[in-house]
């Protein structure tokens, strides 16, 4: 599938900061320690809606890890899936009445124009689901060669996985088993269903429906993959049976990430599947969760076509921490445009003070587990000098603008 286009990111003086990140399986702040491509694999959206500011956020947040990675030295191999067939995509098409793969198309297009325009580095590898299905296939079937994972007896011809098989189960997430029982039946699992070994064992091949899309499966019959094993085999076969980052927003904790790993463990024989399991948070809007069921969710594209400027948004998002559910509010996005008209007129200024310690200062919050807001205290008590005329170095306002388009993907220039 096709990705979207790039944009040329300078390239900063001196040398970058490592970059530590909070990993979810230990619970702790740790130092990314990338291999030789830094490996990242990031959930990406099922397209049955457009993009939401939720999903922007999300995408902001390994863009700024891939950021960080780059300014120190590193060459990264980033990989990104598209669910274009799961059951809500499917459940939308035939609530409009719309083929679902159209559907898939429109929004998969929408979605690349709204990453285009906030500025994120395209994956070099954007993959489907539908076109993942063969190498899917195979790796179920490996799985069930090797007894870790089992057909229902219930004439469906729905295959499961055993998470017994998986000695490393839980360590991801670090739920309690009634937690991820909780977690399971609310975020697409079924704990209730009769037949399984486990409760908690995941859906590896959906057995064809009357009205759904089914794929020759081979010797697993007819049918579709589930979500956990379509994100493992597509990271496996693009990135290695080891990789250095797996992301997504925080409701993937459970079942979706704690599943894939173990899919991919179970495959390979090797733990942990990723080294850092990195969550964003999620975004609110005004006092509420943000939710299909509630009817709003904030839309990209919506905001662009209203006339706000994507570097505004992005500017906006990253006020607040990655890791913390927060807020948007309308003062969260006046605030974003009143600091973007701020950087871009401190970046016309003649002068500044020293850029060198505006870049160490920005690096060194970064590399603390992405401080954004640390980072944007900086560059803002920069400007408010450069503006008042202090220190008036000539060379620092183009610094300044290369710090922001290269660490944080904001460009300040004209
Ligand atoms: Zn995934």
Redesign the pocket.
Known sequence: MDSWTGHEVPRLPGTGTPLALFDSARQAVAPTRPASPATMYV?GITPYDATHLGHAATMITFDLVQRMWRDSGHQVKYVQ?VTDVDDPLLERATRDGEDWVVLAMRETALFREDMEALRIIPPDHYVGAVESIPAIAEQIRTLIDSGAAYRLTDGTGDIYFDVSSASGFGSESNLSRDQMLAFAAERGGDPRRPGKRDALDPLLWRGARDGEPAWEGGPLGPGRPG?HIE?AVIALGLLGDQIDLQG?GND?IFP?HEC?AAHAEVLTGQAPFAAHYVHAGMIGLNGEKMSKSRGNLVFVSRMRGDGVAPMALRLALIAGHYRSDRQWTDDTLKTGQQRLHRWRSAARAAGGPGGADLLAAVRGRLADDLDTPGALAAIDEWADQALAGVAPDPHAPSLMADVCDALLGVRVRD
């Open positions: 959930c899936n979500w994100c997504g993937l979706h894939s």
